[in-house]
C-alpha cells in the first residue's frame, strides 16, 4: 500500500515515479521525471507539497537528467548525466578526452562526480565538492575546497537542474570564464 504523500507526489504533472524511504540507509525520498518534464516547474512543486507535509529540508530532491546540458560556450566540455540504476553515470567530454563516474543518485554526490570527471579531462587536480545548496528562490550554490580555500560557485535552475548544477561546477572550478568566489577556508 502507498503513502498518501507518494499518492500526490507521483499526482504532480512531470512526475514518473516515487519511492519513499525514511527507515533504511539510503534514507530519502526518490522522484523520477518523465523525460518531457520541465524540471525547475516540477521541483517547486515537489518542494511546497513536502513543505506542507512539513518534511523537513535535509536533503534535496534528487536530481534526474537524461539530456546534454544547454551548450555553454565558455566551459569548453560537453557533460551529460544519466540514470543508471540506483545511480547516475555522471559524463564530460572534450574533444580528445572523456572521463566517466558512476555515483550515487544525490546532488553532493553528482557535482562531485562532475568536479572529479571536468578536473580529470582538462588535467588538472580535483577539488572536493563539500557543500551544495539550494535557496529558496531557485539558486544553487556548490562550494569546492583545495583543503585550505573554497570557491563557490553560484547559479539558478531556471533552465533545469543539469544546467544549473553544470553552471555552478564550472564557477567552482573556475572554468565557467567567470570566477567562483573565492574564501579561506577555517
Known sequence: MKSSLASRLEDIPGVASVVIDLEGFGRGIDVRLEPDADEAVVMEKLRALLA??????DHHPVI????????????????KITPVGSGARVEVA????????????????IAQGLA???CQVIGRVPLAI?????????????????????????????HGWLDGLTDA??????????????????
Open 52 to 57: 506542507a507535509y512539513g518534511l523537513r529540508r
Open 64 to 79: 534526474e537528467a537524461g539530456r546534454p546540458a544547454r551548450p555553454t560556450a565558455s566551459i569548453g566540455v560537453d557533460v
Open 94 to 109: 572534450t574533444a580528445s578526452v572523456k572521463s566517466f563516474r558512476i555515483v550515487s543518485a544525490e546532488p553532493l554526490s
Open 116 to 118: 572529479d570527471t571536468w
Open 130 to 158: 563539500v557543500d551544495l545548496t539550494i535557496d529558496e528562490d531557485g539558486t544553487l550554490v556548490v562550494v569546492a575546497s583545495d583543503g585550505e580555500r573554497e570557491t563557490r560557485g553560484v547559479a539558478d535552475i531556471n
Open 169 to 186: 561546477v564550472a564557477r567552482a572550478l573556475g572554468e565557467a570564464g567567470v570566477p567562483g568566489e573565492r574564501t579561506v577556508a577555517g
